[in-house]
């Protein structure tokens, strides 16, 4: 069966990413989700070390790409420094817009390599389509209402992916 909740790499935070290991992978553009991916979701701008994450990965040569299920007012203040491409209000698990982006992009969804931080929106969204998923801890505890919803369905898909071998939280492979 073709997964559809388990990630391909699972990190305790993005400053761990490899992004030579991308590199060798064949990877171009890096999708990261930005509430509890990159800032919690009351955080309105990056932080320094988001900063220099965005620098680092734009000095690798891999292009970097925001898609948020957020509203575009939030991702808009959120990328005003950062100078990347932004994709709001995304509806993920739902497709269309990261087939655009791809589209968008001029790339494959063997070139993607997607970063978040929820098994039902951002892994199920890009693991549809056949990108690279990375799946990270959140980076706080604290949750958007409606992703407090997620968050429950998330630990039963958890709990199953656990037994079955395949995902245990909180056991990084990075
Ligand atoms: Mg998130």
Known sequence: MRKLF???????????????????LGIRVLVCDI?????AHDEAIPDDSVVAFV???KQS????????????????TFAASLDVATYPFARKPLKKTYVKMIKDMNCTPKQVAVL???LLTD??????IGCYTILTQPVAQRDLRCTK???????IVFSVLK????????????
């Open 35 to 39: 509430d509890n991916t990159l800032v």
């Open 163 to 174: 037994a079955q071998g395949k995902l245990r939280k909180g056991e990084f492979n990075e």
């Open 123 to 128: 892994m199920l969204g890009a693991n549809r």
């Open 6 to 24: 388990t990630p391909d790499w699972y990190i305790q935070t993005y400053q761990n990413l490899d992004l030579s290991r991308l590199k060798q």
């Open 61 to 76: 040569g891999l292009q970097m790409v925001l898609v948020s299920n957020n509203v575009k007012e939030r991702v808009d």
């Open 116 to 118: 978040g931080d929820q």
């Open 55 to 57: 620098q680092k990965v």
């Open 149 to 155: 919803v997620n968050r429950f369905f998330e630990n």
